[in-house]
């Protein structure tokens, strides 16, 4: 134990002399929080839009107006052909073309079923989900009341709405992008430091020659490694607590279920996570090598854990890849805590996940460190 | 874990350090083969050798660090084998690169290795002090390690590896690149260390660091060339040396002349003195001047001096040298 406390000690110590790192373990889920909730909003609104009206009639500039107080469509200008539409979609200096055909006006008053033109670019397809979405639903609406108007006109009363479907969406409401995101990066922040710091641990001692003198000494290969990644669990946790803080301070994420339950399934993850680390540090021969391997798994992860696609949209091999991943379950966990309230039992296969996760972790790694040279 | 306050008694017959046949090969190349050593309780076991020759591969094996490849060998009554944490726990170890943490203060080094070696509290505060005052570090106790100079770290690297009290200490190179003053210092350190009860195990390739220790191993290509005290091994050579010095300056010509001279090893030139080497000579003063006298030579100043154990070593290596000529000679035709 003292020789455990010796290491986690030493370790503390050089962490706090090496400003840099120590700067990037409170300062990195800071700039990531503000980053990832403020820039990345998946709910596209604004888009430049330009208004190509081939009748310019009353009815033509009321469902303009319309689309554009929905907050989707800016009007950036009127054009008077397609190539202008085109040219302007090129240089991007417009998403969205609405084409309103002449007889536009003449048609709807009577009663004449007629259609406009909606033009996307299509570059970007979470800008035409949006679009096109946003649009067809005003269209469909505004032909409801435009018949109802009619038979009304004629004297009858229709049904208010044949079918409709109400969409009622739980948890998020208001589908803000921060609140899926916020706790989400929980995961992501932890994996990419624990990973980082614990993967050149071991190696910077190798590099410096100081392993040689740990292994000649008494001390076992459990002290060694238990004793370098305690620190970095304390850390882990710190980071942990400062992005759930802020987050719910200035985007306002909701804690719906249990934060001991959080914190206490966190450590399965946070330990598989630096098994990991660890795992890396006995591949690599240099801090260099040990940071790009970091990185190199980084990326699978944010792209397959569901962290900004949904796991349900990957193709079955992607799936399975993203089954191994600790960030994919550990994800499901923070979400379901934080946004649905879910108790253990609802995140109960999660945690087997992730144990099971850990066990091949730790042995490969302890298989791999040896107490010997050469 | 109770701290060592004392060199523990370990088995308390038998030499500290016995190996017989170690042999350890990486690839297709024998870093150290077939090496047999034995060194006493409480001696300055020197082993030499040019870089590469094998010094720190047989250390390693000798703390249990690396598996020979065949051979066997007890390391403070511990098999060097199948019982490496034995070994471990009595041993002190020290290499050129001064395993240091450049980020830790002098005291927090020593601090942790104290603790690494098991000691706590008191014990561990006390001993601290101690070697602190031993080695003179007070005043520098505060400096955080990467900002000392070669000689100091040194030092820290010396208490660091000795804090436990170990009754074997490894040093391997542990004067590499360090300034001559420093050095000296150095050695006085190891003598003291020694008065104390400790054995030491040094390697080196300063020649003149051979002379200080009471027991000597060669080694070159991995192999075993001599082993015994520096006299004994001096001796052994049978060699005589010869200070020459000329009347006028074409040392390079007798130079020249005198290596082709039978029974003449070697000639070196420190400025206008030539030192001259010879092997197994009746007469190395009368080989010298019948060389030279009749070709023209005027000699002004020649005198025995004391055969050092480079001189010795120098020899061994040209005779290994030779004989493997010879070898591939033969294979070849």
Known sequence: MTRLLAIAWKELVQLRRDRMTFGMMVGLPIMQLMLFGYAINTDVRHMPTLVYDQDHSLEARDFVARLSITGFYDIVGHVHDYDEIERALRQGRARVAIVIPSEFGKSIRAGRGVQAQLVVDGSDPQTVASATNTAMSLGAARSGELSSLRLAQNGLVGPAQPLSVEPTTWYNPELKTAIFVVPGLVGVILTMTMIMFTSMAIVRERERGTLEQLIVSPIGRVELVVGKILPYIVIGYVQMSLILGVGRLVFHVPLQGSLPLLYLLASVFIAACLALGMFFSTLAKTQQQAMQMSFFFLLPNILLSGFVFPFEGMPVPAQMLSQALPLTHFLRIVRGITLKGATFSDVRIELVWLAAILFVLVALSSMRFSKKLG | ?333
């Open chain 2, 1 to 333: 874990m109770t701290s060592e306050a004392t060199p523990q008694p370990i088995a308390a017959e038998g030499p500290v350090i016995e190996c017989e046949h170690l042999s350890r090969k990486f690839g297709s190349l024998w870093a150290v083969r077939d090496v047999s050593l034995r060194v006493e309780r409480g001696q300055i076991f020197g082993v030499l050798g040019p870089n590469g020759a094998g010094k720190s591969t047989t250390i390693r094996m000798l703390c249990g660090i690396l598996d020979p490849t065949s051979g066997r060998g007890t390391v403070v009554g511990h098999d060097i084998a199948k019982d490496s944490e034995g070994i471990k726990q009595n041993i002190g170890y020290m290499t050129q690169r001064f395993s240091l943490y450049e980020d830790l203060t002098v005291e927090e080094n020593l601090r942790f290795y104290a603790s690494v070696y098991g000691m706590s509290g008191r014990a561990r505060k006390q001993r601290i002090e101690a070697v602190l005052e031993e080695a003179g570090l007070r005043d520098r106790r505060k400096q955080l390690a990467g900002t000392l100079s070669g000689g100091w770290k040194q030092r820290v690297a010396l208490a660091s590896s000795t804090i436990h009290r170990p009754p074997l200490l490894f040093l391997d190179e542990p004067t590499a690149g360090v300034d001559p003053v420093s050095r000296r210092d150095f050695w006085d350190q190891i003598h003291r260390i020694s008065d104390q009860g400790t054995t030491v195990l040094v390697t080196t390739h300063y020649m003149d660091e051979a002379e200080r220790c009471h027991r000597l191993a060669f080694i070159f290509r991995g192999e075993l060339l001599a082993t015994g005290t520096p006299l004994e091994v001096i001796e052994r050579r049978n060699l005589s040396v010869l200070e020459l010095e000329l009347e006028d300056n074409r040392t390079l010509e007798a130079a020249k002349l005198l290596r082709t001279t039978e029974g003449v090893e070697e000639v070196n030139h420190f400025g206008l003195v030539m030192r001259v080497a010879l092997r197994n000579s009746q007469d190395p003063e009368g080989t010298v001047r019948r060389a030279l006298e009749p070709n023209g030579f005027a000699i002004k100043r020649l005198q025995q001096t004391r055969v050092s154990v480079e001189d010795a070593f120098v020899s061994m290596v040209r005779e290994d040298d030779a004989m493997r000529a010879q070898k591939h000679l033969e294979t070849a035709a």
